[in-house]
C-alpha cells in the first residue's frame, strides 16, 4: 500500500515509523472505544527509543499523523493542551533549535529572508511585547509559548523538510490516511443517528471538540487531496483513491453542518482563480477598500445599530436548511452573537489601540464591551468562546500593529 501511493519502506527506519505511527492510531482509536484514555499515552512512552533510533524527520512526520486523532485534554493549573500533538510539537521545536545551533553555518538563508519569513518574526515578536503589557500576564504567557512551537515546526521546520516531490507525498498521506479513518468513524455514528443536526456535535468526540473544528480540518485539507490527483498517472490505482476522495470529503464537509466550511471551499477557488489570473494584487486592494467601506459606512452615525436583532426572533434552529435561511434573514442566533462579540472587539480595540489587551485575553475582557442591543439569549457564553474573528480578536488583543504583522 506505502508503495503504491509513492514512499519508500525499502530502509528500517521507515519500517519502524510505519509501526509507531500504526501503534499511534491504534492506541488512540482503542482508547476512544474504551474510554481507557490512559491507553492514548502509550506511544508517549516509545517517542524516547524512536528519537534515538531516526533523525526527526520522521518524528515530524510522526506528528503530522497525530493531528487529526489528538485529543484535547485539561490539565492542572488552568492548562488544556492536545494529546498527543502538542508535546510532540514541543519536542520537535526543541530538536530543531539544537539542529539549527549545530547546522546553521549549513542552512540555506534564502527561507530565512523571505518577506513572509520575515513579518511572521515580527508578528511572534509583537506577540511576546504585548504579552510583557498584557492585562492579565499570565493567559497571553501561555499564548506565546504555544505560538512559539506553533511556528517553530509548522513554519520553519516544515520549510526545511517539506521541499521534495517525495516529502510532500509523505506529508499528504500521513495527514490523510487517520483523517480518513476519522471522518469514517465520524459519519458511521452520524448516520446512526439519522444524521441529525441536533446531534452531530455529539458524534465527534472524542476527536474533536465540536463540528466547527472538524469542518475546519476538512475544509483545509481539501485542497491538497483535489491536487494530489496529479502526483500520480491517470487511472492508476492511487488515482482513482483520490478521485474517489473528492465526494467523500464533500459529503463529510456537508454533514459537518459548518456554514463557514462550505464558503471557505468558494472563497479558496475564487483564490485559485485570482492567483492563476495574476490578479492578487488587484484583489487585495479590492477587499481592503471594501472592508474600509463596510466598517466606514456601519460605524457612520452608528449605522451598524439599524441591525440590531430582535431578541425573541433569533432563534436557535433544528435543522441546517432552517438554519441556512435563518442566517441570511439575520435571525440566526450563531451568527448575531458573532456580531454582538464582533462589536465588542472594536470598542476594546478603541480603548487599547496600540497594544490591546494582551494575546489570548479577548475573553476576559469583551463583555464590558458590549451593546445590549445585539445581545441573544446565549449571550452568557458558558463554553468560555472567542470573538469568531481572527482579525478582530488580534486587533483587540495585540492592537493595530499585531494587525498589521498578521495581515
Known amino acids: 500500500m506505502l508503495k503504491r501511493i509513492g514512499i519508500d519502506t525499502s530502509d528500517q527506519s521507515s519500517l519502524l515509523f510505519g509501526i509507531l505511527g500504526l ?14 484514555y490512559v491507553l492514548a499515552g502509550i506511544p508517549i512512552l516509545l517517542i524516547g527509543a524512536y528519537i534515538s533510533i531516526v533523525d526527526f524527520r520522521k518524528i515530524f512526520y510522526l506528528l503530522l499523523m497525530t493531528i487529526p486523532v489528538s485529543m484535547e485534554t485539561a490539565l492542572p493549573g488552568g492548562f488544556a493542551t492536545d494529546l498527543p500533538s502538542e508535546p510532540l510539537m514541543i519536542i520537535l521545536m526543541g530538536i530543531y533549535l539544537l539542529y539549527v545551533l549545530r547546522n546553521g553555518k549549513n542552512l540555506s538563508s534564502d527561507f530565512l529572508k523571505h518577506p513572509i519569513s520575515l513579518f511572521l518574526i515580527l508578528h511572534v515578536l ?62 458511521v455514528r452520524h448516520a446512526a443517528i439519522g444524521f441529525s443536526y441536533d446531534g452531530v456535535n455529539g458524534v465527534m468526540e472524542p476527536f474533536y471538540r465540536n463540528h466547527v473544528t472538524y469542518a475546519c480540518i476538512l475544509a483545509l485539507f481539501f485542497p491538497f487531496v483535489w491536487f494530489a490527483r496529479d502526483w500520480y498517472r491517470t487511472f492508476s490505482f492511487t488515482w482513482w483513491v483520490l478521485v474517489a476522495l473528492i465526494p467523500f470529503y464533500l459529503m463529510a464537509i456537508h454533514y459537518s453542518y459548518s456554514r463557514t466550511a462550505l464558503v471557505a471551499l468558494a472563497v479558496a477557488f475564487g483564490a485559485w482563480l485570482v492567483i492563476h489570473l495574476k490578479l492578487t494584487k488587484l484583489a487585495i486592494a479590492l477587499s481592503v477598500a471594501g472592508a474600509v467601506a463596510v466598517v466606514g459606512y456601519l460605524a457612520n452615525d452608528n449605522t451598524y445599530m439599524q441591525y440590531a436583532p430582535n431578541y425573541e426572533k433569533t432563534t436557535i434552529h433544528d435543522s441546517y436548511e432552517n438554519l441556512v435561511e435563518a442566517t441570511f434573514e ?35 475582557y469583551y463583555k464590558s464591551y458590549t451593546v445590549t442591543a445585539f445581545q441573544t439569549y446565549v449571550s452568557d457564553n458558558p463554553e468560555k468562546s472567542g470573538i469568531h474573528s481572527y482579525y478582530l480578536m488580534t486587533l483587540a488583543e495585540q492592537g493595530f500593529l499585531g494587525l498589521l504583522f498578521f495581515i
Request: net charge positive; glycine share 6%; proline share 3%.
Open 126 to 187: 509583537w506577540i511576546i511585547a504585548t504579552t510583557v503589557t498584557s492585562q492579565i500576564f499570565f493567559v497571553s504567557f501561555k499564548f506565546s509559548l504555544a505560538k512559539l512551537w506553533y511556528v517553530t515546526v509548522f513554519f520553519y521546520m516544515s520549510g526545511s523538510l517539506l521541499k521534495t516531490d517525495k516529502s510532500l507525498k509523505i506529508f499528504f498521506w500521513c495527514v490523510n490516511i487517520p483523517l480518513v479513518i476519522t471522518i469514517i468513524s465520524i459519519l
Open 330 to 364: 439575520l435571525k440566526d442566533i450563531s451568527t448575531m452573537e458573532r456580531v454582538y462579540r464582533w462589536i465588542a472587539g472594536a470598542y476594546m480595540f478603541t480603548e487599547r489601540p496600540v497594544f490591546g489587551f494582551g494575546p489570548g485575553n479577548f475573553y476576559n
Open 23 to 36: 501503534t499511534i492510531v491504534g492506541s488512540f482509536f482503542t482508547a476512544a472505544a474504551t474510554e481507557l
